[in-house]
T-cell receptor, first 112, second 112 residues
Framework: KAGVTQTPRYLIKTRGQQVTLSCSPI?????VSWYQQTPGQGLQFLFEYFSETQRNKGNFPGRFSGRQFSNSRSEMNVSTLELGDSALYLCASSVPTVGGEVFGPGTRLTVL | TQLLEQSPQFLSIQEGENLTVYCNSS?????LQWYRQEPGEGPVLLVTVVTGGEVKKLKRLTFQFGDARKDSSLHITAAQPGDTGLYLC????????????FGKGTLLTVNP
């Protein structure tokens, strides 16, 4: 069974640009969540999508957005990038009745 | 904002030693999960505990959920170099809209 895949794995952008990250969940998983991981703040929840609808949202500015497609694949977008957005962005999928997230390897975003 | 405090933040021990990692909060969680993360990879779920007072064992790892469902501990017996990694606790529910609230992690190094 294929795991959660994220593309790209590494990304370098400059301040003010925007970026789109992609996530393909495990087949059959309809819930997709996004997290930001930094050395200072650790892992922080961004948002969760289920059946193409945003179900939960963390405490991040509106520059962070996401969407989910009918095949459960998800994208997150960050507009007007800031230096502080440099982080590892992790996508996770899950089956709600089972509990526990299955994480992808992450996308390492560097903002210069 | 809910907080999960993990301690210690760093732990360096010799192979064969025992250790305990703690995860504490003032909030009550519906479940608590433990993950291990290795460099360049996403976190991997180790266990989910749901019932207050619950104890789960996974080979040399013992997980306990506090009676009040506010805290948890992870005990490793006879640590091995392969146990090296970042251990993260994460709480679900507890009145937050967050899918999961993570502690900042305990970075464990087991020296041969």
């Amino acid at each position: 069974k294929a795991g959660v895949t994220q593309t790209p794995r590494y990304l370098i952008k400059t301040r003010g640009q925007q970026v789109t990250l992609s996530c393909s969940p495990i087949s059959g998983h309809r819930s997709v969540s996004w997290y930001q991981q930094t050395p200072g703040q650790g892992l922080q929840f961004l948002f969760e999508y289920f059946s193409e609808t945003q179900r939960n949202k963390g405490n991040f500015p509106g520059r962070f957005s996401g969407r989910q497609f009918s095949n459960s694949r998800s994208e997150m977008n960050v507009s007007t990038l800031e230096l502080g957005d440099s982080a590892l962005y992790l996508c996770a999928s899950s089956v709600p009745t089972v509990g526990g997230e299955v994480f992808g390897p992450g996308t390492r975003l560097t903002v210069l | 904002t809910q907080l999960l405090e993990q301690s210690p933040q760093f732990l360096s021990i010799q192979e064969g030693e025992n250790l305990t990692v703690y995860c504490n909060s003032s909030s009550v969680f519906s479940s608590l999960q433990w993950y291990r993360q290795e460099p360049g990879e996403g976190p991997v779920l180790l266990v989910t505990v749901v019932t207050g007072g619950e104890v789960k064992k996974l080979k040399r790892l013992t997980f306990q959920f506090g009676d009040a469902r506010k805290d948890s501990s992870l005990h490793i017996t006879a640590a091995q170099p392969g146990d090296t990694g970042l251990y993260l606790c994460a709480g679900a529910g507890g009145g937050s809209n967050y899918k999961l609230t993570f502690g900042k992690g305990t970075l464990l190094t087991v020296n041969p």
